[in-house]
């Protein structure tokens, strides 16, 4: 293995055993095409299936440019692309999903902007393959990133990303847990730029991300760079005070001036509480999330754990 690897590679793989064949049929021969050292980490994600048993075999026959970090569990994409940034040893760091929908032929792509002097460049997806759903909640999760943080990105789902190393340094030094990786460097990057990358339909497997999912990661973008929601809670409050306020001098008019006493405003008393309470509930899972990503970040505890890192010489 070469001791200064000019580029590495880093994919993060979890049951892609349908994919990698494939992948490195076309990944290697793209690299090997650069005429730059490099170096290709392939993080195995607690996969169920014999994804471990084809990275083995990828390394068996490229040893010198090919190396395994094997998770002894499911952690997630983003601790399996952390467990790889902190080992890394290129100077620059693309980023690329199994499942080939960024084709790594693109990736030259990228390596032309930040040779142009750019040190953060994101791809972004031309004519999208994926589902009607995917496309449109990808979308909205755009909108209503824009609209609470100061990040700038066209598409914050697209993996195929490049680095160069001081930004990569500036995420491992920074120790977030939770937080979203693409985000976090473009706020660490003085020249950020973006590339248009094709796209093409999941060659094989179902996609990891649930709705849920996209949700969660929205939620930890969100709260991992604005106070957004919390502010806007806040101005929410505030309304809702001042109009219950504002119903209950009138509620105490019509009362004691106008009217006197009558039956059935009971319900529209219990209508303003539920509604008072619901609004309180959702400050409180507000509040429990900024607490949440607080306690995850000062606890004691390991991020992950390897079981075995497989490089040459081993």
Request: glycine fraction near 8%; hydrophobic fraction near 45%.
């Amino acid at each position: 293995m070469s001791a200064t690897p000019e580029i590495s590679v880093v994919i993060p793989v979890f049951n892609e055993e349908l994919n990698l064949p494939l992948l490195f049929s076309r990944l290697y021969p793209v690299l090997d095409g650069l005429g730059r050292p490099y170096e290709v980490i392939f993080t195995n994600d607690g996969s169920m299936d014999r994804s471990l048993e084809l990275l083995k075999a990828q390394h068996s026959a490229r040893p010198g440019v090919t190396r395994i970090i094997d998770f002894n569990g499911n952690y997630g994409q983003h601790m399996a692309i952390m467990a790889a940034f902190e080992r890394v040893r290129g100077q620059v760091i693309v980023t690329l999903d199994a499942d080939l929908q960024n084709p790594p032929e693109e990736i030259p792509k990228l390596l032309a902007l930040i040779d142009a002097g750019h040190d953060y460049v994101g791809g972004f997806r031309i004519n999208r393959k994926d589902s009607l759903f995917r496309t449109m909640a990808s979308r909205m999760i755009n909108v209503v990133r824009s609209r609470t943080t100061a990040i700038e990105m066209t598409d914050q789902g697209c993996m195929l990303r490049a680095y160069r190393r001081p930004i990569i340094e500036a995420i491992v030094q920074s120790g977030a847990v939770n937080t979203f990786i693409p985000a976090l460097a473009y706020s660490y990057s003085s020249k950020p730029t973006e590339v248009g990358v094709r796209h093409e339909e999941r060659h094989a497997g179902v996609s990891n991300y649930s709705l849920y999912m996209l949700i969660r990661l929205n939620f930890d973008l969100i709260t991992g760079f604005s106070l957004a929601p919390l502010q806007l809670f806040t101005m929410v409050s505030l309304a809702c005070a001042a109009g219950s306020f504002l119903l209950v001098v009138v509620l105490a008019l019509r009362r004691f001036v106008f009217v006197g006493p009558e039956e059935g405003g009971t319900f529209t008393l219990f209508g303003i509480l539920f509604f008072l309470i619901s609004v309180t509930m959702v400050g409180i899972g507000l509040i429990g999330e900024y607490v949440g990503r607080t306690y995850q970040v000062v606890r004691v505890r390991h991020r992950y754990f390897v079981r075995e890192i497989i490089e040459a010489g081993d």
